[in-house]
């Protein structure tokens, strides 16, 4: 990889093969959060506990979480994809409904080992998760810009301040024990470690264009750079000329394996039975950061620059990047280093209520909120939890996220003891129609419980009649005094 692809192309790839592809890297669990019966449900809420002595997550099967996510534009409205896989702009799609900032999200999780222990009152549990999460924040203009270049832009400024790129490969070692203080708390909490693997973020950018009347020139005005952590990064091979290369030449294990880069983080939870039919709970997670300290690659670059060449007159091409990069380290201000730097993680916010209706249904409100750079990503969800039976648990849930309300939510757990499957996602329709919809999402896996409670519930027989006449003993008894 060369500097031709540098930050604008290494973002424009990111949005339109993320845009195009099921997510290769938002944690957004919403219908999985009222489903106490499952293990996982102790990731997006440290409270819960489930009521088995033991649990055991085995390698890759017990849970693989992705999540897709852009609050601008479903991908079908950007591009128009051929029968040979190759895929062509949407120049006439229309950016005026879009927010000032926008956002694109996505994850890919998977648990190398989780275990659960539940001992009387408390719950520890123990995972190790591998994550990796991609993030953009962008313009209206950005888009316009790439779709149909500065034609419209002629006497005006590209907003483009803002916009952010992030990468980011971590692991996590998560400990964490849940106590039930009475019949009504529950409160949980979560110590984790973790490790950077790879990162790469812009940081908050400002970047200025203005576009000349007629000759549609570019007046550059620039404060920007990056931070990675990486094997790739810049090199200078001449003034003002910069290369992609390999800098940090290492064997994929070694990379892996990395324990350079630390980082801490918590997570906590509650859970509070208001009564025998409502109960409310919620969690705040993520709270924590990494310090990458190793494959250090740190570029910033400000000033002003005049740029005359054919880039103004198109549409965003990569033959047009490498002279304009190569002129902006010329007539600007180019710092290249390799310093250490610290990067946040962004914190989750779920508060949910859930009214019993009977001893088969639920019916469960939560709101979600995640706190990006100068963005707030938030959603709403409504889900009917069932349980058929002891084996088989059902919740169908709607959300409002990402600016869309078309997100039809499905979950289902099946077995309880030793075995049991699960299938979890926010937004079915995406696995239908992928391209009409801004979110797609999906949580499976396999669990080993041991050791489960098998309580008598007089309503799972179908033997009411047994309470019933309990009752009327009851009263008999009271009326012969």
Same mark, same amino acid.
């Given at each position: 990889?060369?500097?031709?692809?540098?930050?604008?192309?290494?973002?424009?790839?990111? +949005? &339109?093969? %993320?845009?195009?592809?099921?997510?290769?890297?938002?944690?957004?669990?919403?219908?999985?959060?009222?489903?106490?019966? $499952?293990?996982?449900?102790?990731?997006?809420?440290?409270?819960?506990?489930?009521?088995?002595? +033991?649990? $055991?997550?085995?390698?890759?099967?017990?849970?693989?979480?992705?999540?897709?996510?852009?609050? =601008?534009?479903?991908?079908?409205?950007?591009?128009?994809?051929?029968?040979?896989?190759?895929?062509?702009?949407? /120049?006439?799609?229309?950016?005026?409904?879009? %927010? !000032?900032?926008?956002?694109?999200?996505?994850?890919?999780?998977?648990?190398?080992?989780?275990?659960?222990?539940?001992?009387?009152?408390?719950?520890?549990?123990?995972?190790?998760?591998?994550?990796?999460?991609?993030?953009?924040?962008? /313009?209206?203009?950005?888009?316009?810009?790439?779709?149909?270049?500065?034609?419209?832009?002629?006497?005006?400024?590209?907003?483009?301040?803002? $916009?952010?790129? /992030? %990468?980011?490969?971590?692991?996590?070692?998560?400990?964490?024990?849940?106590?039930?203080?009475?019949?009504?708390?529950?409160?949980?909490?979560?110590?984790?470690?973790?490790? =950077?693997?790879?990162?790469?973020?812009?940081?908050?950018?400002?970047?200025?264009?203005?576009?000349?009347?007629?000759?549609?020139?570019?007046?550059?005005?620039?404060?920007?750079?990056?931070?990675?952590?990486?094997?790739?990064?810049?090199?200078?091979?001449? !003034?003002?000329?910069?290369?992609?290369?390999?800098?940090?030449?290492?064997?994929?294990?070694?990379?892996?394996?990395? %324990?350079?880069?630390?980082?801490?983080?918590?997570?906590?939870?509650?859970? #509070?039975?208001?009564?025998?039919?409502?109960?409310?709970? =919620?969690?705040?997670?993520?709270?924590? &950061?990494?310090?990458?300290?190793?494959?250090?690659?740190?570029?910033?670059?400000?000033?002003?620059?005049?740029?005359?060449?054919?880039?103004?007159?198109?549409?965003?091409?990569? *033959?047009?990047? *490498?002279?304009?990069?190569?002129?902006?380290?010329?007539?600007?201000?180019?710092?290249?280093?390799?310093?250490?730097? /610290? #990067?946040?993680?962004?914190?989750?916010?779920? $508060?949910?209520?859930?009214?019993?209706?009977?001893?088969?249904?639920?019916?469960?409100?939560?709101?979600?909120?995640?706190?990006?750079?100068?963005?707030?990503?938030?959603?709403?969800?409504?889900?009917?939890?069932?349980?058929?039976?002891?084996?088989?648990?059902?919740?169908?849930?709607?959300?409002?996220?990402?600016?869309? !309300?078309?997100?039809?939510?499905?979950?289902?757990?099946?077995?309880?003891?030793?075995?049991? +499957?699960?299938?979890?996602?926010?937004?079915?329709?995406?696995?239908?129609?992928?391209?009409?919809?801004?979110?797609?999402?999906?949580?499976?896996?396999?669990?080993?419980?041991?050791?489960?409670?098998?309580?008598?519930?007089?309503?799972?027989?179908?033997?009411?009649?047994?309470?019933?006449?309990?009752?009327?003993?009851?009263?008999?008894?009271?009326?012969?005094?």
């Amino acid at each position: 990889m060369k500097g031709i692809q540098f930050i604008f192309t290494l973002i424009l790839h990111f +949005i &339109f093969f %993320m845009a195009l592809t099921l997510p290769v890297s938002a944690q957004q669990n919403n219908t999985l959060f009222f489903m106490h019966n $499952l293990p996982e449900a102790n990731y997006v809420n440290p409270a819960v506990q489930i009521n088995c002595g +033991i649990f $055991l997550g085995l390698p890759v099967v017990s849970s693989f979480h992705f999540n897709y996510a852009n609050s =601008g534009f479903p991908a079908g409205k950007i591009v128009t994809i051929y029968t040979d896989n190759t895929f062509s702009r949407r /120049t006439e799609m229309s950016t005026s409904g879009m %927010m !000032p900032k926008n956002y694109l999200l996505t994850e890919l999780h998977s648990v190398l080992l989780a275990v659960g222990v539940k001992r009387n009152d408390f719950y520890y549990s123990f995972t190790i998760t591998e994550k990796n999460n991609g993030e953009i924040i962008y /313009t209206p203009d950005f888009i316009e810009f790439f779709l149909r270049g500065s034609q419209n832009f002629e006497g005006q400024q590209i907003q483009l301040d803002g $916009l952010r790129f /992030t %990468m980011d490969h971590l692991r996590e070692y998560a400990l964490g024990i849940s106590h039930k203080y009475n019949t009504r708390l529950t409160f949980g909490l979560k110590f984790k470690v973790l490790f =950077g693997k790879f990162n790469f973020t812009t940081g908050s950018s400002n970047l200025g264009i203005s576009v000349e009347p007629t000759t549609r020139n570019l007046l550059f005005d620039l404060g920007a750079g990056y931070n990675s952590s990486l094997p790739y990064g810049l090199v200078q091979t001449a !003034p003002g000329v910069y290369d992609w290369q390999e800098i940090y030449p290492e064997s994929w294990f070694k990379r892996m394996m990395n %324990m350079n880069n630390p980082g801490l983080a918590l997570d906590m939870g509650f859970i #509070y039975k208001y009564s025998d039919d409502w109960s409310f709970s =919620g969690s705040l997670l993520d709270l924590g &950061f990494l310090w990458y300290r190793s494959n250090l690659n740190t570029y910033s670059i400000n000033g002003s620059d005049l740029y005359t060449g054919q880039f103004g007159l198109n549409r965003w091409d990569n *033959r047009y990047f *490498r002279p304009m990069f190569n002129e902006w380290n010329t007539n600007m201000n180019a710092r290249l280093t390799a310093e250490s730097y /610290t #990067y946040f993680l962004r914190p989750r916010l779920y $508060l949910g209520a859930s009214r019993k209706l009977n001893d088969r249904y639920d019916i469960n409100f939560l709101l979600y909120n995640r706190l990006l750079p100068s963005k707030l990503q938030t959603g709403a969800t409504v889900s009917v939890l069932t349980r058929a039976d002891k084996a088989f648990r059902t919740s169908l849930s709607w959300s409002y996220m990402n600016h869309s !309300p078309l997100n039809l939510g499905l979950g289902f757990s099946y077995g309880r003891r030793p075995v049991q +499957i699960y299938f979890i996602t926010d937004n079915l329709v995406g696995f239908i129609v992928p391209l009409s919809v801004k979110n797609i999402n999906a949580r499976f896996g396999l669990n080993i419980n041991l050791g489960c409670k098998n309580d008598f519930d007089i309503n799972d027989c179908g033997c009411s009649w047994m309470r019933n006449e309990s009752s009327r003993r009851e009263r008999k008894r009271e009326m012969r005094k």
